[in-house]
């Protein structure tokens, strides 16, 4: 652990994000002292205490652990730029001068040590980085991940090289989901770059778009000049990566360097070749769901023949791949009800699950309940939200999800109902009159889409559909 000898208390200000709470089981494995904070007890936090990591929920500097009070020269604080800078732990370490560190600096150090492959990009990171490391671990390479979402091939975000002599190993591979939010990315110096896309997203940060996709270029060339940066076929033109060697995917196009072909629906499974410049490989069955998944998979592809996999455990690590929490996840599947929740919160991202959805169920009604997440981003593409979501059959909306930011006048739900006065559209927040409302329409495939606490829902619309039109 270069960088962090030195150190033996660390605190996570916002540990229950998906992003420090992967850092946070790092170091605890590492054998440090690993506390944190949060605003609210979540399945995550509470599995965080179960692995011995101390976390409060109250910003009462009364509980700061004693360790990291009495030894300030060896305690880390990390955090992000959602902790509010009038949180009273956040006020007791800066005035006290502690070392502190956003979670990207952190991550770029940990990465340092080991030769990364970074998934980056507007969509996507998650389920290709979770990929990623499936088909590593497939293949025998020992690796780390730091992942966006919990692989359910790991139950976790994280994953810790199996054998101890690989965790000191600079050689030993590490997968980083690249977060462009804050410009977090901009910490990473990676042998393999992934980008998936670069949309206009995170405005609050961004000027534009063509601030986005400027961002994305100095990270192109962060990388080794030895390495490679494959990059999604429609965007090839927009990513200059100067002296690294460049690489591109797609789903079906043959002009890319990695495509897929024969692509076929079977069991409700993606089927196709995936061609090479070094070969085909064919007949994958697809464990990730969904069309966009298919363009996932040649990401991979690409990336896991950078860095030497043979043909056939590419094969195996995307067959045996099962998919992330939240991305494409099917909650409830019979002959004439299926429910999926998905983490989709920008407009591109919700016309992706709803096409893959459609594909999948080509006749049967969907309806989407949607949770907007922050003002500024409805704000922003509230057309593009509007014109996504009219792809389903049916709308229920809830109230905007604010997480880091405050209420903006005028922006709420009620706008996105009046731009879609086309459609089915109602607006819900009680989870009992939600059911209720699902259960008393003719609705056969159900969408839960969003990225704040939407997924309290996923339990109790489970437990009440799966015993419901059997």
Known sequence: MIGFDNIDNIYFLGIGGIGMSALARYFNVMGKKVY?????????????????????????????????????????????????????????????????????????????????????????????SSIMSNILTESGK?????????????????????????????????????DEFDRSFLWLKPYVSI????????????KDRNDVIETFNKFAVLGDKEGFVIVNKPIEKLIDTHDIKK????ATDSSADFYARNIKIVNGCYVCDAVTPNGVIENITLGAHGWVNVENSMACVAASCCVGIKHSFIKKGLETFCGVKRRLDFHVQSSNFVYIDDYAHHPREIEATVTSVRKMFPDKKITGIFQPHLYTRTRDFAEGFAKSLSLLDSVILMDIYPAREKPIEGVNSQML????????????????????TVKNSDTEVLLTL?????????????????NWRR
């Open 36 to 128: 944190g904070y949060d605003r609210t007890l979540s399945t995550l936090t509470t599995e965080l205490q179960n692995e011995g990591i101390g976390v409060c929920y109250d910003d009462n500097t009364d509980a700061i652990p004693v360790e990291c009070i009495e030894n300030p020269e060896k305690t880390m604080v990390v955090f992000t730029p959602a902790v509010p800078k009038d949180n009273n732990i956040f006020g007791f370490f800066v005035q006290r001068k502690y070392l502190m560190l956003k979670r990207a600096r952190v991550l770029g150090m940990i990465a340092d040590n080991y030769c990364t492959i970074a998934v980056a990009g507007t969509h996507g990171k998650t389920t290709t």
């Open 142 to 178: 020992d690796n780390f991940a730091f992942l966006g979402g919990i692989s359910k091939n790991l139950g976790s975000n994280f994953r810790l090289p199996q054998k101890k002599e690989n965790i000191a190993n600079p050689k030993t591979l590490l997968v980083a989901e690249a």
């Open 195 to 206: 980008i998936t896309y670069v949309d206009a997203d995170h405005l609050d940060i961004y």
């Open 247 to 250: 690489l591109t995917y797609s």
């Open 417 to 436: 109902a009046r731009l879609m006065y086309d459609k089915d559209v109602k607006i819900i927040n009680n989870p009992t009159d939600i059911i209720n």
């Open 450 to 466: 969003g990225a704040g606490n939407i997924d309290k829902l996923i339990e109790p619309l489970t437990k009440n559909f799966v």
